[in-house]
């Protein structure tokens, strides 16, 4: 028992000394050849917590396709590394894995969720450090801009759902408006939802019927009430801005009640096939990807490329096993690769440093991007104040296994419904 | 204050003093003058390591005092840190009031609010209180969620940092010196208050409330006096946090959080100032080394997968208290006493 | 030793209730203001119900407690403690994570008047109140002999040594009145000659009235000026110890029979 | 109308639900004074465990469960073995802290397993529904519902019938004296905290044919247990059913009237704002014992 003790309070010791000697430690870094540049990507994003089926395959994405740049050499002299920080969809983690990821030497952090970047922001703001997110909000791209991201804000992507359900229903032959609602996560990225769409739908009073936004806690299970909310307001479609898990329990609930609305889901809640065919044996009854202008255009070549690549670098039992060709963020991931590739790329070839933070920044606001054809050019820089402001949509189906994008409604420019 | 041999005081001032002899006074000097130098030469990751771990010292001291001392189990002192946080982000940018005139506004706020959730201190003991803690946590989030005018609800809301001429916040290093100087502060203040007269009265509650009722203590009184200061303590702790991050957000601020604080009181030992900031500090420490223990297996066995490392840390830490738990009830502070005592025994065993 | 005939406590038939149980009924009693008075009684006769109910732990039903005068029966238990009703308990109930000299200095809270606000600055007020309290709680160890268990925890403590930094606790408030239920409870001969000879003491220096429960009858017999003896919380006896030796009510409660 | 009908079923419904959950939380209080906060992981971790062993290792259901019986039972008597019997004797706040850490065990032992993933059992509760006009009544949940109590049924019937539940109702009172009357203490904390256990597959299983099993059935499982052990009285299974009876009905309506007013979530807080009233007025809840004080 003595000797437990002692053993245990020697553990103890050794713990607490441990980070101090970790304090001394170098931070073990990768001794590249002279001529060869090493760009240390910062992966911020949940791999364990409620949106991890989305992170993993995020991440998986990127890494994938900064390899693939590697081996096709597609910037000569030029390493990417990528440093990972699971927080677990907690925001409370984040700022620890934003030092994290300095102290680990990163040239630029990528990211995915509104609040992860707004809480980066400031400390980002400071330390003059680039971020690549995915979806965005107002505060976060407001000057100065050291936020970047491939979506429109969420506001947006939602006004762009109602926009295609007024092109879509067809006033005449049920002689009423539709009857809409959403469905909304209360964290940042449901009420910025809740906000568009209900500016959105209040600008065109005399086609669409708009019943309100039901918010739910993160982290609900339960439907049944929101449901049967959903079902007495008589809605016809109903937008969801939460992650797929969530939706499907809508769905199972909606479905084992018989209940007549249709659930839309798009922004998040589109990207995990795998999950949601595990889960509800059913998909959503709408999937729609949200596309800012300039990006995605193409939608199959993406997904082709995807495929190639997915195929290349990972085995056959974790692609069936994790679902990566099922899962759109696993396309996420490659587009923030293209993005670090542009950003470097664009960098070397005006002669300046493409470890510098700032630089990168720099590219990120004046270039126009031009990955060979595959992604027609854009503007990084119309993206500041207002975010990006043209949409299209797609709808998206499972083909094979593989989803396939169906343009469904061209250009809408969001701006418009805003005056 | 364990005594050294030989030594012995000769005046009450000195025996109740917290450092009674030259040494140890040196000793503590050199070592604060030390951790001063540290912005001069450490990275912003360890410095704002050390922020992070100041606002967790300051809200686990006011957590300290109210369960370690008082013994009335809190589950609500990251909520009460939410309001801390939230009364600097109001009152600075809506009412333009100085971030530093925030400082003890914050602190005064969350004690009232704290006491309101206390009042049913009144009638229900402990688990019961605890739930009502508990309560704290849920209702308060909410309700800053839901003030959307004031707090921007959801979306968050950025505060500007505290300045003095070119003297700002902002920049880690900065915030290392506002941090240490009001973690020293808080610290004094926690171990004065348990040394006189009201801490007293809280370990009496504590340890024997019918006694101490029947001696003279006003058991509701002094119980809610424990939620003002323990969530007074709270609110600088928000302070701290607003000032750290510059951008605050109702889910910053969960129940996890407040749970992990009651954990770092009970790995620090009950009952004990220095346990409790050896509590954060240790926790604190601990959950970064399972980050960089997660990064180093990550090099080495790649398969894994990073999640993998999450779930370690979680079993490191749940494991770390399962073991204090059953070898050192006693805690940290009780660790380092033994230390102390063999240190000074030394060669004798007593 | 004179005796003065004011009444420092005066209980008026109180009676005391829990649901069907009736713990108390119509017992009064004087306390004068130099005496220590002796309650007897089986277990169970409500003594240490008596004790609660003026130390305001419990509140009879019926009946009033005049203390000095002032009538105390619905006043809370650290209102009582405030105007200088101190007691001990028949099991010991001491703040157990203090040191024997914290519980001591505990018990002067209701003598202290600093706040929490100096308390945190500490220098100044204070400390000058921790010492000059320090020195009254020195006095009480001196007198109770417990100096080398001053810097001890007490719940690390032989029972002997608790009762008495129990009674210390009671003596550091400075009571004008010192309630004492069975403080000699589970001791050996030794023990309680020592425990009487404090009570004496304690008496002779500080001046208060005491009241006594003991069931030891020899103790009780020497050191009490008075005697109440009760039975199922009724008063049945109240004399001079040997008054109360002759009755024969009190005989019959003791020993049984018809 | 419809809509009040509608909510008083759902409410009724799902109060059943959370009575299932508070109901493993009751069953170790009652018998050895312990508030377990890893009850919901210990749900979680169970479904977990069932969905692994059905889509990784291809078993039927049926022998999964059974697996996964078992399996509970031996966590039961591992958990007590190490982790809480070494603390008797200590305070009350220690052992929350336990099985707060025990918690955090479990949770990072499903992230090994899970890596987040969501994952959902297939349906073994019959899923159709009846419709009475605009208001139907959904299978599975009535299912759940009249499981929940016949096994709150089974379970007081344990306590106060069998010998076990004396032996249980005795430790609950004093271990000491418990002890000296021949019964074993240890013998009995383990077997309460077998069924615990027990309790957590059934009630983690019947959960997840409703939802998805994912990290959040943990926090889910806190978050609306607590407040219903609470209000019905930590000593009372009786008070575990109508404590869950009456925070779903709560729920519901608040839900349902009260969110429109103030923007939504209202549901969330219910259930607590409810629970501080209640013990302001009882503090011991509604049937929980009151404990007279003595010196």
């Not at chain 1, 000797?3 to 309070?9: F, Q, T």
């Not at chain 1, 993160?218 to 016809?236: E, I, K, R, V």
């Not at chain 1, 096939?273 to 995605?296: C, M, N, P, R, T």
């Not at chain 4, 200590?90 to 032992?109: D, K, W, Y």
Request: some cysteine; proline content about 3%.
């Amino acid at each position: 028992m003595k000797n437990r003790i002692k053993l245990v309070g020697l553990v103890l010791v050794c713990l607490l000394v441990l980070p101090l000697l970790l304090a001394c430690a170098k931070a073990p870094s990768a001794t590249p050849a002279a001529t060869e540049k090493v760009i240390t990507v910062g992966y911020l994003n949940d791999l364990s917590g409620a949106i991890s089926c989305c992170g993993i395959a995020d991440q998986v994405g990127l890494k994938n396709y900064l390899q693939y740049i590697q081996d096709e050499k597609r910037i000569p002299g030029v390493k990417f590394d990528v440093v990972s920080w699971d927080d677990r969809y907690d925001v409370s983690r984040v700022a620890a894995g934003y030092r994290y990821l300095l102290d680990k030497g990163v040239n630029l952090i990528v990211t995915m969720a509104v609040h992860q970047s707004e809480t980066m922001r400031p400390m980002a703001v400071a330390d003059k450090m680039l971020i690549l997110g995915y979806n965005t909000s107002e505060l976060n791209i407001a000057d100065p801009i050291w936020c970047f991201t491939q979506q429109p804000l969420t506001e947006n992507a939602n006004a762009s759902f109602f926009n295609w359900v007024t092109q879509n229903w067809d006033y005449q032959k049920t002689g009423r408006k539709p009857v809409v609602a959403e469905i909304n996560w209360d964290n940042s990225m449901g009420k910025a939802g809740a906000k568009g769409a209900e500016a959105y739908c209040k600008s065109l009073p005399d086609k669409l019927d708009w019943k309100g936004t039901i918010v739910v806690p993160p982290g609900t299970m339960d439907f049944s009430q929101p449901a049967l909310q959903l079902n007495q307001w008589g809605c016809d479609y109903v937008f969801s801005t939460m992650v797929n898990g969530p939706t499907t329990n809508l769905m199972k609930e909606k479905n084992a009640r018989g209940y007549k609305f249709q659930v839309c889901t798009g922004g998040w809640g589109f990207v995990c096939f795998k999950q949601s065919k595990d889960v509800g044996g059913k998909d959503i009854d709408g999937l729609y990807w949200i596309s800012a202008e300039g990006w995605h255009t193409d939608g199959t070549a993406g997904l082709k490329l995807a495929d190639t690549i997915c195929r290349r670098y990972n085995s056959a039992s974790d692609i069936e096993k994790l679902g990566y060709l099922e899962n759109i963020c696993y396309n996420f991931g490659l587009v923030f690769g293209m993005e670090v590739e542009f950003l470097v790329k664009g960098a070397i070839s005006a002669g300046l440093d493409p470890t510098n933070s700032e630089v990168l920044r720099g590219q990120a606001t004046k270039m126009k991007i031009d990955p060979q054809g595959l992604y027609p050019p854009m503007t990084w820089s119309n993206a500041k104040g207002s975010g990006v402001d043209k949409l299209r949509m797609y709808q998206i189906k499972l083909v094979n296994g593989v989803p396939e994008p169906a343009l469904i409604t061209d250009w809408f420019d969001v701006t418009k419904y805003k005056k | 204050m364990a005594m050294i041999p030989g030594d012995f005081s000769q005046s009450y001032e000195r025996d109740i003093a917290i450092f009674r002899t030259k040494t140890q006074w040196v000793v503590m000097v050199i070592g604060l003058a030390i951790m001063l130098t540290f912005p001069l030469f450490m990275s912003n990751y360890w410095l704002s390591l050390f922020n992070f771990i100041f606002v967790t010292v300051i809200a686990v001291l006011g957590l300290h005092l109210v369960t370690g001392l008082c013994g009335q189990i809190s589950l609500g002192q990251s909520a009460l840190m939410c309001v801390g946080a939230y009364t600097v982000g109001v009152l600075s940018v809506k009412f333009g009031i100085s971030v530093w005139a925030c400082l003890p506004l914050a602190g005064l706020v969350t004690g009232l609010i704290g006491m309101i959730f206390g009042a049913p201190a009144l009638r229900v003991k402990e688990f019961y209180l605890a739930m009502s803690t508990l309560a704290a946590q849920f209702i308060i989030v909410w309700v800053v969620s839901h003030l959307e005018e004031w707090t921007g609800g959801q979306l968050g809301m950025y505060v500007p940092p505290a300045t003095i001429g070119g003297f700002s916040s902002a920049s880690p290093s900065n915030l290392f010196y506002i941090g240490f100087i009001l973690t020293i502060v808080m610290i004094a203040v926690a171990k004065n208050i348990q040394r006189t007269r009201v801490g007293r009265a809280f370990i009496a509650i504590r340890d024997n409330d019918i006694a101490a009722e029947v001696m003279g203590i006003n058991l509701f009184r002094y119980k809610l006096l424990a939620f003002f200061i323990g969530c007074f303590f709270a609110g600088i702790a928000g302070w701290m946090w607003a000032m750290y991050l510059q951008n605050i957000n109702p889910s910053q601020f969960t129940l996890k959080e407040s749970l992990w604080m009651l954990g770092m009181v009970i790995v620090g030992g009950m009952g004990s100032t220095t346990g409790a900031v050896m509590g954060a500090v240790f926790v604190r420490g601990l959950d970064m080394i399972a980050d960089y223990a997660s990064a180093w297996a990550g090099t080495v066995f790649p398969t894994i997968g990073e999640q993998a490392f999450t779930a370690f840390s979680l079993i490191i830490f749940g494991l770390v208290i399962v073991i204090f738990l059953i070898y050192e009830p006693r805690g940290l502070y009780h660790r380092w006493e033994l230390f102390k005592a063999s240190y000074r025994l030394h060669p004798y065993a007593y | 030793m004179e005796k003065s005939d004011n009444v420092k406590l005066k209980i008026e038939n109180i009676s005391l209730r829990f649901g069907g149980v009736q713990a108390l009924s119509g017992v009064s009693l004087d306390l004068r203001e130099r005496e220590i008075l002796g309650v007897i009684g089986p277990n169970g006769a409500g003594k240490t119900s008596l004790i609660n109910s003026i130390s305001g732990f419990y509140r009879p039903q019926e009946g009033d407690i005049y203390f000095e005068g002032k009538k105390i029966t619905r006043l809370a238990p650290d209102k009582i403690a405030e105007l200088g009703i101190s007691r001990t308990f028949q099991q010991i109930e001491l703040y157990t994570g203090l040191t024997a000299l914290d519980n001591l200095m505990a018990a002067r809270h209701v003598r202290m008047h600093t706040n929490f606000l100096d308390g945190a600055i500490f220098l100044g007020r204070a400390q000058r109140e921790e010492v000059q309290h320090r020195r009254v709680v020195e006095d009480i160890i001196d007198l109770l002999e417990i100096e080398g268990i001053r810097k001890k925890v007490v719940g690390a403590l032989p029972y002997g040594q608790r009762k008495r930094v129990e009674l210390g606790r009671a003596l550091a408030l400075e009571p004008k009145l010192l309630l004492l239920d069975e403080p000699m409870a589970g001791m050996n001969a030794e023990e309680k000659e020592d425990m009487a000879r404090f009570i004496l003491d304690v008496y002779d220096e500080k001046n208060i009235p005491i009241i006594l429960i003991e069931h030891d009858m020899g103790v009780v017999m020497d050191i009490c000026d008075r005697l109440v003896v009760l039975e199922f919380g009724r008063k049945i006896a109240e004399g001079t110890p040997d008054e109360i030796k002759m009755n024969q009510q009190v005989v019959k409660a003791y020993l049984g029979g018809d | 109308m419809d809509k009040i009908i509608s909510l008083i079923i759902l409410g009724v419904m799902v109060g059943g639900i959370y009575s299932l959950i508070a109901l493993g939380f009751v069953f170790i209080y009652k018998s050895s004074k312990i508030l377990n906060l890893a009850h919901g992981q210990f749900l979680m971790f169970f479904a977990y465990v069932t969905y692994t062993l059905i889509s990784q290792a291809h078993l039927p259901f049926v022998a999964a469960v059974i697996i996964v019986l078992v399996l509970s039972a031996l966590v039961g008597v591992f958990v007590e073995r190490f982790t809480i019997r070494p603390l008797m004797g200590q305070s009350i706040l220690a052992t929350i802290i336990m099985t707060f850490a025990l918690g955090f065990i479990v949770e990072g032992i499903v992230i090994l397993i899970s890596k987040g993933y969501y994952a959902s059992l297939p349906a073994f509760l019959p899923t159709g529904m009846w419709k009475l006009g605009a208001i139907n009544i959904s299978h599975q949940y009535l299912a759940i519902l009249v499981l929940t109590l016949l096994l709150f049924a089974a379970c007081m019937w344990f306590y106060q019938g069998s010998r076990a539940g004396l032996a249980m109702r005795a430790v609950a009172e004093d271990h000491i004296t418990t002890a000296s009357t021949g019964i074993s203490v240890a013998q009995t904390f383990r077997l309460s905290w077998v069924i615990a256990c027990l309790l957590a597959v059934i009630s983690g299983l019947l959960l997840s044919s409703l939802y998805d099993v994912h990290i959040d059935l943990a926090g889910y499982g806190i978050a609306k247990g607590l407040p219903v052990i609470l209000l019905g009285g930590l000593e009372s299974m009786g008070g575990a059913l109508v404590g869950g009876l009456i925070v779903g009905l709560a729920e519901m309506f608040g839900a349902g009237y009260i969110d429109p007013l103030v923007g939504g979530g209202f549901r969330e807080v219910v259930p607590f704002i409810l629970m501080v009233l209640i013990l302001m007025v009882k503090p011991y809840g509604i049937f929980g014992l009151v404990k007279i004080e003595r010196v």
